[in-house]
């Protein structure tokens, strides 16, 4: 059974990088994507991003001039970096793998595993 | 991006009742459209894939349909563990982008 854990600071300053990292376990980091995915509190779900195993990225607009994430294979985590905090960016953190299945419309991505979450807190 | 409507934000029902919750999307998507529960201070659970693919575990209890701008996620039969949010998420196109979620409570 495939787990994920997220781990990270717990409150971030103002103007400072908030930096996450997941830990797979119970499978390969590799042949999957990988995302990151928030939520503000009281709000909706939304998508920040995913890595392949490989390192190829694909970002939210919205967050993209503020959005690194990383992959450590040998170490099976991945990683998030959102620079230039403000309390905009206080959320639970979750990161997921994106699972996928074909049909005749094509392939379809999901989000299968999720980890806890984390929240941060963004205050100084 | 897509934008994703779901309605009601909110519903109030009793154990055992029919619960039908919608998503409607801005653009049309095909049937690249996944449902998600979540309770509080659990990360989402995925229950739907594809519109009306089942995932594994989940109760047949749980339907999903539709195709194009149009969803229904329906419990035929509420049972008190379905209490929670659920939120629709469409994968047809890149920023990923979900609903505002719809919360169904104890009546």
């Known amino acids: 059974q495939v787990q994920l854990q997220e781990s990270g600071p717990g409150l971030v300053k103002p103007s400072e990088t908030l930096s996450l990292t997941c830990t797979v376990s119970?499978?390969?980091?590799?042949?999957?994507?990988w995302s990151w995915i928030r939520q503000s509190p009281g709000k909706g779900l939304e998508w920040i991003g995913y890595?392949?195993?490989?390192?190829?990225?694909n970002y939210n607009p919205s967050l993209k001039s503020r959005v690194t994430i990383s992959v450590d294979t040998s170490k099976n985590q991945f990683s998030l970096k959102l620079s230039s905090v403000t309390a905009a960016d206080t959320a639970v953190y979750y990161c997921?793998?994106?699972?996928?299945?074909?049909?005749?419309?094509?392939?379809?991505?999901?989000?299968?595993?999720w980890g806890q979450g984390t929240l941060v807190t963004v205050s100084s | 991006d897509i934008q994703m409507t779901q309605s009601p934000s909110s519903l109030s029902a009793s154990v055992g009742d029919r619960v039908t919750i919608t998503c409607r999307t801005s653009?049309?998507?095909?049937?690249?459209l996944n449902w998600y529960q979540q309770k509080p201070g659990k990360a989402p659970k995925l229950l739907f894939y594809?519109?009306?693919s089942l995932q594994s575990g989940v109760p047949s209890r749980f339907s999903g349909s539709g195709s194009g701008t149009d969803f229904t996620l329906t419990i035929s039969s509420l049972q008190p563990e379905d209490f929670a949010t659920y939120s629709c998420?469409?994968?047809?196109?890149?920023?990923?982008?979900f609903g505002g979620g719809t919360k169904v409570e104890i009546k």
């Open positions: 997921a793998r994106r699972g996928n299945y074909y049909d005749s419309s094509g392939y379809h991505y999901f989000f299968d595993y």
């Open positions: 119970g499978g390969s980091i590799s042949s999957y994507y």
């Open positions: 890595i392949h195993y490989s390192g190829s990225t």
């Open positions: 653009q049309s998507i095909s049937n690249y």
């Open positions: 594809a519109a009306s």
């Open positions: 998420q469409q994968s047809y196109s890149t920023p990923l982008t």
